[in-house]
């Protein structure tokens, strides 16, 4: 593997990348490719076990398709459950990756229905990624 093109963007992320965060991805950060994981790994990254007493064994396989996966200077955008997050971001910089997360800017309205029951509707639009860190 090399860096021929720029790097890429590996996906530790509990959502589809929507377009627009792709063509951001692709404009601001230099990235030639959008690597997700692969089924396995996505389900075992947006379910983490809550009743888990901690998290090195069960993120193994993460930290292995990562380690396989990406190249120094390599971009991970990682968000997700808290603590594994943070154990995923160390060992993104660890490995010389860079670390990521998308910053969203949440837009509120809220309606009064004619039963005086108020609905609150957020919609999150994408900003932009900031490293971990900055």
Not at 19 to 33: H, K, N, S, T, W
């Amino acid at each position: 593997m090399s860096h021929a093109g720029g790097p890429r963007l590996l996906l530790l992320f509990n959502h589809r990348m929507g377009p627009q965060q792709a063509a951001q991805a692709r404009e601001e950060l230099g990235v030639r490719e959008i690597v997700s994981p692969p089924p396995e790994l996505q389900a075992r990254w947006g379910q983490v076990p809550p009743e888990l007493p901690g998290l090195q064994d069960y993120l193994a396989p993460l930290r292995d398709w990562l380690a396989q996966e990406a190249l120094p200077g390599d971009y991970v955008l990682i968000q997700g459950d808290f603590g594994a997050t943070y154990l995923m971001v160390r060992f993104a910089l660890e490995r010389g990756l860079i670390p990521v997360y998308a910053t969203t800017r949440r837009e509120a309205q809220e309606t009064v229905d004619t039963d005086g029951a108020v609905r609150l509707t957020h919609t999150f639009r994408h900003q932009q990624f900031r490293r971990y860190g900055d």
